[in-house]
């Protein structure tokens, strides 16, 4: 009978990008295994098109006191039967879940949660790149080989058609938004407004992406601007995957979208204040480059503008 395998990863967007390489060793290693994925609601359908398990779980992550959520969750654990779950959250929640496996019997756990068989026990772990961080648990755990998020492997599901987003030029995509609680990691849209004109003298149309949360931002830039393809809130994930695999160039702030379009192979420039560090949390891929300033206040068009190669 083949094993049945469970993988925890809740987010957020970057943190799930970056764990496409061990969800691709996880696979190759247990080739003949059931593999379910425990995610959230923003990742199910990116988690089916990768191919790489063959269930996929939504977790609601239950409050405290939703008690027939957690007994649910316990219930629906349970009834996996997993005889290892890899655990590449790793934060206190998805810790927790191994006690939902009481009173046994209790499958091999690959993470830090106390009494786990196959601990990542690194006392500087939080002081690693996720990509680094991942691979040497998955090592801890006997899968030697671990790739980066942009292996073939991994994004071989992750296109689509965009004709319905009728962009009839060559184009580059914009990043202008961000956590709205860390404005800090934003550079100003005045720049983005500047930046985009650039782009239009060099024969790109820009193309801006981002969630609802960016609606008044990216309006404002595209308002200068009519050639501006403004596709705020009308992408999904796997729009934005395709987009990147086509786009000549990406340029954005340090946010979860910049890790997906750089994972797809796109040319990436990523703009990092001090509030932030490329070496622990860095985007990867095949092309990609930080733009550092201590506050992004102080970064200039024109700097950002010398960086991209539009030969």
């Not at 680094?132 to 801890?140: D, I, P, T, W, Y």
């Not at 997906?260 to 622990?280: E, F, H, K, R, T």
């Not at 201590?294 to 960086?307: F, H, I, T």
Request: overall charge neutral; glycine content about 8%; proline content about 6%.
């Amino acid at each position: 009978m083949a094993d049945n395998i469970l993988v925890i990863k809740l987010g957020a967007l970057g943190d799930f990008v970056q764990a496409m390489g061990p969800f691709a060793a996880i696979r190759n290693h247990h080739a003949d295994a059931k593999i379910t994925l425990l995610t959230t609601g923003p990742y199910v359908e990116l988690a089916h098109a990768c191919g790489l398990f063959d269930r996929v779980w939504t977790d609601l992550k239950p409050r405290s006191l939703a008690l027939s959520q957690w007994a649910g969750l316990r219930r629906q654990l349970r009834t996996g039967k997993f005889q290892r779950v890899y655990d590449l959250q790793t934060s206190d929640r998805s810790s927790f879940y191994r006690r939902l496996f009481w009173p046994g019997p209790n499958p091999q756990w690959s993470g830090i949660a106390r009494g786990c068989s196959h601990p990542h026990a690194n006392p500087k772990r939080d002081f690693m790149h996720t990509i680094e961080r991942q691979a040497e648990q998955l090592k801890v755990a006997g899968i030697e080989q671990v790739p980066g998020p942009d292996s073939a492997a991994a994004l071989a599901g992750l296109d689509g058609p965009v004709d319905q987003f009728n962009i009839k030029h060559d184009f580059a995509i914009l990043v202008p938004g961000g956590a709205p609680h860390r404005p800090e990691k934003r550079w100003a849209n005045e720049n983005y407004s500047k930046l985009a004109e650039h782009l239009l003298e060099q024969g790109l149309v820009p193309v801006l992406l981002g969630g609802p949360a960016e609606t008044e931002a990216m309006e404002m830039i595209a308002a200068d601007h009519p050639e501006v393809k403004n596709l705020c809130g009308q992408t999904s994930l796997l729009d934005i995957a395709a987009l990147a695999r086509r786009a000549r160039l990406a340029i954005g702030n340090d946010t979860g979208p910049m890790h997906l379009i750089a994972a797809m192979g796109c040319p990436s420039w990523v703009l990092y204040s001090q509030v932030s560090d490329p070496a622990l949390c860095g985007q990867r891929g095949a092309n990609v480059s930080f733009i550092r300033k201590r506050s992004l206040a102080d970064l200039e068009v024109e700097k950002v503008v010398e960086k991209l190669d539009l030969a």
